[in-house]
């Protein structure tokens, strides 16, 4: 696709008052840009510049702004003359200015902050805030009207962009990819994702490859691709690229009217094709490449050196203004350059022909809703989860696989919610795997690409979003539920560490919406980590890591949950909770293995509101006057049964000693309840944990979470964890709780040497488990199974 241009033509979609309109606009918003990064007063330069007008500290990004400021400026004219309905992301997200310059432009700004007008003390306070102590951040962040994405952490514009366009068929997501930023892996893989994107039913993303050359000291790898090599590149990724190159006058402004025009027209025709038959188009989406000079507009050379069209344009070109008269004076050049006069009236108002092109009311890209997508968010449909409930006639009786029987659950939600389309499951490649199969009874697997005889369960406009990358799968549901929608990713436990900063990223992205009375709330990210660390049975130390969790809980406590069910219906029940749950980073472990189930589902949900609680049936102690000698803890479906175990050995061996049984699903019950919502009173902590007794407590994941979040409790210093301790291999499942010493055996040594006077009495039991540990250990040496006396344990079961 070409542009109906010539390099130095001025022929193309626009008039001249046309260009006028646009590069005055563009003029106005770089200005503004300008004046962000350096100005605290005399915003219109109306009294010559002096120090104290500029700020002490010179922050923020200039060179990827023009660029930016260029693309918003055509994006808005492509929205109000082709009637689009868009929404933009800004990859190179340290180009803040850019977006606050437009929005308050467009009038978005002022109508989301009011004390920031559009007049002269309006433009003096934009300035004065940006990257100002108490100010607003230099980034896109969330306080940036119209954005859903930072772009702090550079590399997921793309996935963000189409998880934004699932689902929104009338939507056109401009996505900004900084040339830099496509260097990261996450970039890299989400070129693939317009695979997944439904021409029919989905809306289009368009990508703007934001080539700059220069990222921030060193050129860029497709800045520097001789031009047949990155043509290749593009157009094996499925694209058909334009190429808008012009940097003078009005030809930059004429390729990128006729190139978005065409871009628009082409997404078009694709969808109107897909729509009419539901057939796939052969031919690619279309997407922009932008050869621009990095720190476009801005100061050729400072100080004798070279910096618009290079990477000294980064962040500030003139370093030194409030002391620098030399500097000052190229400052003021520079935004005389825009000719202010030209683009604001005297009250600094801007001028109404100048945003003849901007469009109006929620058209505006700082004004979409899908951008504050919790005023778009619905409530998913969800059937009752006691409908899914596991018999469990007597604790420990029955079996089940629990995210199979969620599986089922889930299937229901994905039928229940077909025709509102706002939930999908992400994960790579591990749906079926993770045995949440019954899904796909009732979706497939989004699949836009060639199908053989040999594929099962794909369809195009499946719900089930499977690409072998967790960065993207993460990336995609972000953009889903940032526009207001709902999804969950299960994910292998271990590999669940690629999004760690993906995590971070999005938690504080939440932690700063719920500040923000703008924003209305989102539906959680839910995160279901099975194929946990304890049952990799097929894999190995590779797949053995729980750490995902420690990482979860350095986020503020207002965001973040973490649930250990140890069962089927507590499963359900947690999950119920978390896909109506708000603004939070939800992550559930559960395993997929056969698992006793402990709690019918009466008493799985009064244990997942409490989110801890004594397992009476379970414990010997309980009589007032004779409370417990000993507490066994347990967080974690695998901890649970071991600790089970346990103490069917000690009630059988020692029936004197008083055993109680407590079980943790919200990890975050843990905490104090001045650390966290979910946090216990100290004296709810010691209604579960007297202080006093040992607590032998074995947990899923790195023991040293367990002391991080209980230090401050009494007990602490009575507290004893066992969890895994990073000893792992390809064994039985016994075997890796032998080598981390959580398994029962070990537990009631644990008891033995713990519990005062024990040690002295219980000798001979004490040895006994010893012994069963070294025979259990020597039956997999010899049978490559666990001895069957531990893999056949059961709860003892009533005698009817
Ligand atoms: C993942 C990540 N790594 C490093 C950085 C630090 N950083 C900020 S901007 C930048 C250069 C970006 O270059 P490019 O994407 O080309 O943006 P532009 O040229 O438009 O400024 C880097 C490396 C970052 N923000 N994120
Ligand atoms: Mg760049």
New binding site residues.
Partial sequence: MTANVTAGTLTGPLSPADTDVLDRYWRAANYLSVGQIYLMDNPLLTEELRPEHIKPRLLG?W??TP?LNFMWAHLSRAISTLDAEMMIVI??G??GPAALANTWLEGSYTEVYPSIGRDSDGMRQLFRQFSFPGGVPSHVAPETPGSIHEG????YSLSHAHGAAFDNPGLIVACVV????AE?GPLATSWHSHRFLNPAADGAVLPIL?L?G???ANP?VLGRLPQAELDALLRGYGYEPAYVTGTHGHVPHQEMAATLDACVARIRAIQAEARADHGRSGAGWPMIVLRSP?GWTGPVEVDGLPVEGTWRS?QVPLAEVRTNAEHRHQLVEWMKSYRPEELFGPDGSPDLDMLAFAPSGQRRLGSTPHANGGVLLRDLALPDFRDYAQAVPAPGATTSEPTRVLGGWLRDIMRRNAVQRNFRIFGPDETESNRLTAVLEATGKTWEEAMLPVDVNLAADGRVMEILSEHTCQGWLEGYLLTGRHGLFSCYEAFIHIVDSMFNQHAKWLEVSRKLSWRRPVASLNILLTSHVWRQDHNGFSHQDPGFIDLVANKKSEVIRVYLPPDANTLLSVADHCLRSREYVNVIVAGKQPNPNWLDMESAVLHCTRGAGIWKWASNDGNPEVDADVVLGAAGDVPTLEVLAATDILRQALPELRVRVVNVVDLMRLQPDSEHPHGMSDAEFNALFPPGRPIIFAYHGYPWLIHRLTYRRDAHRDIHVRGYTEEGTTTTPFDMLMMNHMDRFHLVMDVIDRVPGLVERAGELRQQMVDMRTRARAWTRQYGEDIPEVRDWQWPQPTA
């Avoid at 702090?152 to 590399?155: K, R, T």
């Fill in positions: 990004h060179g990827t660029g990859g190179p340290h180009g702090g952490e550079l590399g900084g040339d830099g930023e990261t934001h700059n220069y990222k921030i860029t990095k980064h």
